[in-house]
């Protein structure tokens, strides 16, 4: 089952490149999403999932990230992500859900979640992305980025 803002096909800009990428998720700060677990962000102490969740990409352009999450966000859900840079510094980049699609997860990955065999596919597009991080974005998903 597939959820798409504009309700019709894809029409996405900037071609998708395999990548796999660190990904630190930041929701609005309402509480509503409490993900049950605790993760530790750069330079802090760890902190209750309410607000943060980390994943990894599946691909990335410079207008968006493909994630695969082990529960459903909201189509037009505002969030900050930052994607980590192989120097190890982050990308902080302001996106929105663009599309979830459910998929069935099936072998070794079933038996690790706590919702077996849900998984959400989540395309995020990126909003305001400047030159420099364009660039970026672009070296990344061509595994070239500093």
């Known amino acids: 089952m597939r959820f798409d803002a504009g309700g019709g096909p894809e029409q996405r800009r900037e071609p998708r490149y395999p990548a796999r990428v660190a990904v ?17 962000v750069a330079g802090q102490q760890p902190v209750s999932g309410h607000d ?10 410079r207008g968006g990230v493909m994630l695969e999450l082990p529960y459903q966000l909201p ?18 980049l302001e996106a929105e859900v663009r599309h979830v699609e459910e998929v069935e997860v099936t072998g070794a990955w079933a038996g690790l ?31 070239r980025a500093g």
Not at 29 to 38: K, P, R
């Open 24 to 40: 630190t998720l930041r929701f609005p700060s309402t509480g509503i999403y409490d993900l049950g677990f605790e993760i530790a």
């Open 75 to 92: 189509v037009g859900q505002p969030l900050s992500v930052a994607l980590q840079l192989p120097s190890g510094r982050d990308l902080p």
């Open 113 to 143: 979640e706590a919702s077996p065999h849900r998984r959400y596919q989540t395309g995020l597009a990126f909003l305001d992305v400047g030159p420099r991080e364009a660039a970026l974005l672009e070296s990344l998903a061509h595994g």
């Open 52 to 61: 943060i969740d980390s994943c990894e990409s599946l691909n990335l352009s």
